[in-house]
């Protein structure tokens, strides 16, 4: 049993830890974590729906977490885990950190955008991103997995294929991205609900998302050379689910049935990722509560584009699901395993 315990239980990805984790065949919760020094009482008084687990939220002690824990989960906001990290790992606590910390190389790219100085600058390059079907050979010996944003997932998986196919070119990408409310924290989504649902609206235009420089990165990576995508996100009025519209330009002409057999082959062993016929588009509703990833795609011969729709709910492939996933990778395990 790999013994496990959840930093940051509170929030949205902390509880999707948790209702993914206690159904996991392979998996001992041996700790529920707050931030302050104090501990924080029953989980149930947190989460009534979790009555039955008989847990307690302690208080966080970095020494008693290490001796009982094979990994730790960081659901914690950006500019805390790099606080916690070094403590963890340095006492041989594998660490999956679900915030931004980590994700980026560049240390000043990460200070600029998130405005807060970075103190485990040390252990960035020791971090493996944990894009699970892109990384899967190196998140295997990883020590530290910085798990990816929401966008970033369903974005890179969507693009991963047809960058590898050589199928296009890295000028000129569009990104149209739309999330459900959950993506902006519990603490937004109540507020959201509470004044202004139902609405649909576009927010962090024109290149300042803090995504921008994760989604750049791993797109780079990828492609091989310096990519710079024009990226619009929008929140939806429903709680959770992520669609990605995404649009390039062909190097050559192709048609949707070519690039689709590429795409297939390219994830034929990757069973939580489908890939949908020509003709069919996902949508959120083809995604909701589970951890898979959904792709379609329509060549457009009159413009010469590729259209891509990628679609994944936020809080699990594109958080909580992924960081199990990971886990599942990181200690030998089926990497489906308590996810399907």
Known sequence: MVKVGIVGITGYTGEELLKILISHPNV?????????????????????????????IESLDIDKVSKSCDLV???????VAFEL??????????????????RLKDVNTYEEWYKV?????????????GLSEINFDIIKTA???????????????????SIKGNFVDLNGIVIDSKSGISGAGRKNAQEYFRSEHPNFKAYKIAGTHRHIPEIEQELSILFGETVIVNFTPHIIPVERGMLSTIYLNLKKPASSDEILSYYKSFYKDKSLIK?????????IKDIVNTNYCCIGLKVDKRTNKLIIISVIDNLIKGASGQAVQN??????????TGLI
């Open 73 to 79: 989960f960081l659901a914690l906001p950006h500019g």
């Open 143 to 161: 020590s530290l997995v910085a798990n990816p944003g929401c966008y970033p997932t369903s974005i890179a998986l969507g693009l991963a294929p």
């Open 327 to 336: 886990m599942n990778i990181m200690f030998g395990l089926k990497e489906t």
């Open 275 to 283: 890939v949908f016929e020509d003709g069919d588009l996902p949508s």
């Open 117 to 129: 100085k970075h103190t485990g600058k040390d252990f960035i390059s020791k971090a493996v991103y």
């Open 85 to 102: 990290v070094p403590n963890f790992v340095n006492k041989g606590v594998k660490v999956i950190d679900l915030s931004a910390d980590f």
């Open 28 to 56: 001992k919760i041996t700790g529920l974590y707050g931030r302050s020094t104090s501990g924080q009482g029953s989980l149930k008084d947190v989460y009534p729906k979790f009555e039955n687990l008989n847990l307690i």
